[in-house]
């Protein structure tokens, strides 16, 4: 008989978390998000304060449409766009966060960037006008 493991980084719970498959934070305790959202900038400060903006963020499950992962001396830099629906209306979202890794492998810090969240209706306008993909 033969065992399989597998070995998940905290980006790979991050990423899931994304998806709305909320479980083991990958998270360090001391951990900073800056978050650069649409009209707005703001830190959250600690794992449990990062984990419930998460939560509220990407309540709904999703689907990662787009994906690019690429690794920094201090961590990754994880370029997403991520697919939902929502009171029964599609959305989308795209977001870029530069996560710096402490000694442990958990996420100490999160620079992240938020193009905003798009209902179906100006997915659609976006796609007419040339601009999406």
């Known amino acids: 008989m033969s065992e399989t493991t ?8 991050f990423l899931a978390s994304i998806c709305g498959r ?5 998270w360090a305790p001391g951990a900073v998000l800056d978050a650069v959202v649409p009209g707005w900038r703001f830190s959250a400060n600690g794992a449990d304060a990062i984990e419930a903006q998460f939560r509220s963020w990407f309540r709904d499950p999703g689907s990662l449409e787009e994906l690019r992962r690429q690794p920094t001396t201090t961590g990754e830099v994880v370029e997403f766009t991520v697919t939902w629906v929502e009171n029964g209306v599609p959305h989308a979202t795209r977001q870029v966060h530069v996560l710096d890794l402490d000694a442990e492998g958990r ?7 938020c193009g905003g969240r798009w209902p179906a209706t100006l997915l659609a306008q976006m796609e007419a006008a040339g601009n999406a993909g």
Do not use: E, P
């Not at 597998?6 to 719970?13: A, E, F, K, L």
């Not at 909320?22 to 990958?26: D, L, N």
């Not at 996420?107 to 960037?113: P, Q, S, V």
């Open 6 to 13: 597998t070995t998940s980084t905290s980006i790979d719970h």
């Open 22 to 26: 909320h479980g083991t934070s990958g």
């Open 107 to 113: 996420i100490a810090h999160d620079h992240m960037w």
